[in-house]
T-cell receptor
Framework: QKEVEQNSGPLSVPEGAIASLNCTYSDRGSQSFFWYRQYSGKSPELIMFIYSNGDKEDGRFTAQLNKASQYVSLLIRDSQPSDSATYLCAVNMRVAGAGSYQLTFGKGTKLSVIP | NAGVTQTPKFQVLKTGQSMTLQCAQDMNHNSMYWYRQDPGMGLRLIYYSASEGTTDKGEVPNGYNVSRLNKREFSLRLESAAPSQTSVYFC?????????????FGDGTRLSIL
C-alpha cells in the first residue's frame, strides 16, 4: 500500500513565527513532490513543488526534500493569519505494472496562525 | 483565466437518481482526473484520463463512469446515486502523466444524496 502520511494537526503558531509542516511517503522511487493549500470550502491550490534533494525557496515558503529519509517538509516564514488553511502533501508514485504515475495525497495538516 | 471549470457547484439528489458532473479545462492539458474528498479520508482518485480517448480506474471507481468527450472535457456519471456518494468532487488536469506534472484543480461540486 503506497502511502503519504501527515500529522493532521491542528498546528497552531503565533503570527510572525515559522510554521513547519511535515510529510513522509512510502515509495522510495518517488521523484516529484507537491504542496497544496486548501482553504475551508475551497479547492486545493498548488503552492510549491520540489524534485531534487535539498531546499527550494519561493517567497515565504521553503520546501525541503530528503529522499534517503523519504521525508518532505514545508516551512512558512513570517506566518500570517491568511496562511491558516489545510496543507496537503502529494507525491507522484509509480503505478505497478503500468509505467505511469499517480498522485497520492496525504490527508493534510490543518494550520492555524494566531494573531 | 478560467483554468478548470466544474458544473454544477452544488447538487442534491435522491437515492437512485442519476446525474453527470461536468468538467472542462482551457489549459490545453492532456490528462484529467476526478477525485472525491471526504472528511478524514483525504483526496481519493476515482478515474483518470491520461489523454483524449483513454480512461482508467483510480482508487475508488465503483458506482461511477466517466467519459473523455474531447481534449477539454471529462465528465463523471453517477448511474444510481447512493448516500455513500455524498461528497465533494474535484476535477483536475495536468500536462501529462509524467512524474513532474502538477495537477490543477477546479472549484469542486458539493453533492448530497438523500
Amino acid at each position: 500500500q503506497k502511502e503519504v502520511e501527515q500529522n493532521s494537526g491542528p498546528l497552531s503558531v503565533p503570527e510572525g513565527a515559522i510554521a513547519s509542516l511535515n510529510c513522509t511517503y512510502s515509495d522510495r522511487g518517488s521523484q516529484s513532490f507537491f504542496w497544496y493549500r486548501q482553504y475551508s470550502g475551497k479547492s486545493p491550490e498548488l503552492i510549491m513543488f520540489i524534485y531534487s534533494n535539498g531546499d527550494k525557496e519561493d517567497g515565504r515558503f521553503t520546501a525541503q526534500l530528503n529522499k534517503a529519509s523519504q521525508y518532505v517538509s514545508l516551512l512558512i516564514r513570517d506566518s500570517q493569519p491568511s496562511d491558516s488553511a489545510t496543507y496537503l502533501c502529494a507525491v507522484n508514485m509509480r503505478v505497478a505494472g503500468a509505467g505511469s504515475y499517480q498522485l497520492t495525497f496525504g490527508k493534510g495538516t490543518k494550520l492555524s496562525v494566531i494573531p | 483565466n478560467a483554468g478548470v471549470t466544474q458544473t454544477p457547484k452544488f447538487q442534491v439528489l435522491k437515492t437512485g437518481q442519476s446525474m453527470t458532473l461536468q468538467c472542462a479545462q482551457d489549459m490545453n492539458h492532456n490528462s484529467m482526473y476526478w477525485y472525491r474528498q471526504d472528511p478524514g479520508m483525504g483526496l481519493r482518485l476515482i478515474y483518470y484520463s491520461a489523454s483524449e480517448g483513454t480512461t482508467d480506474k483510480g482508487e475508488v471507481p465503483n458506482g461511477y463512469n466517466v467519459s473523455r468527450l474531447n481534449k477539454r472535457e471529462f465528465s463523471l456519471r453517477l448511474e444510481s446515486a447512493a448516500p455513500s456518494q455524498t461528497s465533494v468532487y474535484f476535477c483536475a488536469s495536468s500536462r501529462g502523466l509524467g512524474d513532474d506534472q502538477p495537477q490543477h484543480f477546479g472549484d469542486g461540486t458539493r453533492l448530497s444524496i438523500l
